[in-house]
């Protein structure tokens, strides 16, 4: 397991099956790196579409690196489009993983959107240290994106070759993409396939219909599994349905990857926090085996996409009021149900704090107030309400708070 010390993204570039060079950004995440992911984009997409940024962001999360490139002639890639086909994009894909092979980690997780789930599906088979595919929108044929230019089909069938408008973009459409689309047999290859698989698809996808899924899904081998995109379009275009898709690929990898271990032989006490350059604040928090993440919420300039630092401050309050009960409650034997914490902070005028010193009072500062409301299921027992209030002042994370604390720090 390879270490990283700060998240980061590199962008890089390697020749691709025409010689010409591809654009490619990796995603690294900080910490150790767990396994290496591959990404495929849809067709004419690109990279940085929505969707693909969304998910190498959360495997990244998790400790998964992930590259994604533009094919030939799309993108921030060279090469002409209109000399590509279905196969060159076959050898794209499989010159990146020798990319990633020699420079950095082979793909052990290959994933794939719309037509570039059909290359993934193709491919599996030969990069041998793939152990898992995932498909968002993936047709089960690659005839099926010939309904893309259905008008221009019998100008291409005639002269050879035709322009035609995708996603408001001309695009030259030669006939050997039509004939090279043809020949493929996606489920063939999906039959064969000696990996585990998961099926993303929308079932009011407009572009390649829920059946599509099915299909795939019939023909390939267990392990695989199969999860409905509700409510989603074919490009993932609102953001929480990218995000939702990239959760569901994060948490299922999990399984066929090795297990996440940020910072297992470090000790505990020891907290490393650093930015993940995502957004404008968010950071990666490695502790021990644990990989949390703090952010500041969208109203502030941030992402929401982890706890803000005071949010982490009433975190440590709350649970660690919580363990301190516990501990008291089996150490005397009592029988307490479930316990729950809920902790506001606030920055009061100490005159307004009824729970302030006379002195703190006096110096009439701005103070940090933290409440507790501390939840007994079933109820507090009868004689016990002062003594676990006293013992919830007990926590050491309360001493803390309330006590003078150091800081030292050092500037390396």
């Known amino acids: 397991m390879r270490t990283q010390l700060n998240a980061t993204t590199i962008k890089t570039e390697f020749p691709g099956h025409s010689g010409e060079l591809l654009a490619a950004r990796l995603d690294i995440p ?10 495929a984009h849809c067709f004419t997409c690109s990279k940085d579409i929505l969707a693909a940024k ?9 400790g998964i690196a992930v590259m994604r490139f533009d094919f030939t002639g799309l993108g921030s890639s060279k ?13 794209d894909l499989l010159i990146a993983a020798e990319y990633l092979r020699n420079n950095h980690e082979a793909p052990s997780l290959l994933i794939g959107h719309s037509l570039g789930g059909a290359a993934v599906l193709a491919a599996a088979n030969d990069i041998p240290e793939v152990k898992a595919v995932a498909t968002i929108g ?15 089909l019998d100008e291409i069938e005639k002269t ?18 039509l004939d090279d689309v043809r020949s493929m047999q996606i489920k063939d290859r999906v039959a064969a396939m000696r990996k585990s698989l998961l099926v993303l698809h929308s079932p009011i996808d407009q572009t390649v219909g829920i059946e599509n899924a099915a299909e795939i899904f019939q023909a390939a081998r267990h392990p695989k599994s199969f999860v409905s995109l509700d409510q989603a379009d074919h490009l993932l275009t609102r953001s929480e349905d990218a995000a939702y898709a990239a959760s569901v690929i994060a948490g299922w990898a999990n399984r066929y990857l090795p297990a996440d271990q940020p910072r297992a032989e470090e000790p505990v006490e020891s907290v490393q926090v650093t930015e993940t350059r995502e ?37 440590a309050l709350g649970t660690c009021t919580g363990m301190t009960l516990r501990m008291y409650a089996d150490r005397k034997g009592l029988d307490l ?28 500062a701005r103070i940090d107030r933290f409440e507790r409301t501390i939840t007994i299921e079933g109820g507090t027992p009868d004689g016990l309400s002062d003594k676990l209030l006293e013992i919830a002042d007990k926590c050491p994370v309360h001493r803390t708070l309330e006590a003078s604390s150091v800081v030292a720090t050092h500037l390396k």
């Open 54 to 62: 969304s998910i190498a962001s959360e495997l990244a999360r998790t």
């Open 79 to 91: 090469g002409e489009f209109a000399h590509t086909n279905f196969s060159s994009n076959l050898e």
């Open 337 to 364: 149900n479930r316990i729950s914490v809920e902790v506001s902070h606030a920055k009061v005028h100490a005159q307004d704090c009824i729970e302030c010193s006379e002195s703190q009072k006096e110096a009439n």
């Open 30 to 39: 900080a910490g150790p790196i767990r396994a290496t992911a591959l990404f």
């Open 279 to 315: 957004g404008k604040f968010q950071q990666i928090v490695l502790a021990g085996k644990h990989r949390l993440f703090a952010d500041e919420p969208e109203s502030y300039g941030g992402l929401d996409s982890g706890l803000s630092p005071y949010d982490f401050m009433s975190s």
């Open 160 to 177: 050879g070759t035709a322009q035609v408008s995708l996603a408001g973009r001309p695009f030259t459409i030669k006939k050997q993409f």
């Open 138 to 152: 993936a047709p089960s044929n690659t005839e099926h994106v010939l309904h893309n230019f259905e008008a221009n």
